[in-house]
């Protein structure tokens, strides 16, 4: 069946830029997440969705980064205004119930900011 | 405050030894321990988790993982590696502390490197 899904794979953006990364979980998943890994690190929490609600955004490094659920299904992640230091990776994780269930990834967004 | 240690940037092992992969972790609740594989170019992959109950966990591709609760560890091990097991390992723990908390801190990944 269908993994999940991220687009785009890739991004190029200018400082100051506004970016959008959207991520399709797997269906019927109740859990979404979404992190950042920079090169030569692990992943780092930035946000968690459970159904719409976003239940826990402590993660996020400053108020230039938004992310939304409105249909419980797809997010998407905004960055405004990005910067060199939002270079990374953003990876998105479904999982299917609230307790402590593996989480399954999409293959990530590489955003680079010039 | 939680946090993962994997001690080695890389572990190198022949085919058909032994192989672990090392990961200490500090949390203030129960930990829940995950392992999740990375190959390139593709996402992570889930390998074994410990929740409760026998401290040997076994999961995916012939991985275990032992939880020592005294030495706050939580190894991979594979009996007899294989090439393919080349790729990049993260351990991960979730601090237990009732519901609201839905954050995994992540180590900073071991490469393996099987050599033939």
């Known amino acids: 069946g269908a993994g999940v899904s991220q687009s785009p794979r890739y991004k190029v953006a200018k400082r100051g830029q506004d970016v959008a990364l959207r991520c399709d979980p797997i269906?019927?998943?109740?859990?979404l997440f979404w992190y950042q890994q920079a090169l030569g690190q692990g992943p780092e929490f930035l946000t968690y969705?459970?159904?719409?609600?976003?239940?826990?955004k402590s993660g996020l490094p400053s108020d230039r980064f938004f992310a939304e659920r409105p249909e419980g299904s797809v997010s998407t992640l905004k960055i405004q205004r990005t910067q060199q230091e939002d270079s990374a990776v953003y990876l998105c994780?479904?999982?299917?119930?609230?307790?402590?269930?593996?989480?399954?990834f999409g293959p990530g967004t590489r955003l680079t900011v010039t | 405050a939680q946090s993962v240690a994997q001690p080695e940037d890389q572990v190198n092992v022949a085919e058909g030894n032994p192989l672990t992969v090392k990961c200490t972790y500090s949390?203030?609740?129960?930990?829940?321990l995950f392992w999740y594989v990375q190959y390139p170019n593709r996402g992570l992959q889930f390998l074994l988790k410990?929740?409760?109950?026998d401290n040997l966990v076994k999961g995916s591709y012939g991985f275990e993982a032992e939880f020592n609760k005294s030495q706050t560890s939580f190894h991979l091990k594979k009996p007899s590696a294989l090439v393919s097991d080349s790729a990049l390992y993260f351990c991960?723990?979730?601090?237990?502390?009732?519901?609201?908390?839905?954050?995994?801190?992540w180590g900073a990944g071991t490469k393996l490197i099987i050599k033939p």
């Open positions: 994780a479904s999982s299917p119930g609230t307790g402590v269930h593996e989480q399954y």
């Open positions: 269906s019927g998943h109740v859990s």
């Open positions: 969705f459970q159904n719409e609600a976003q239940l826990d």
């Open positions: 949390v203030s609740g129960n930990p829940y």
């Open positions: 410990y929740i409760t109950g």
């Open positions: 991960a723990v979730r601090d237990f502390r009732g519901r609201g908390n839905y954050q995994l801190i």
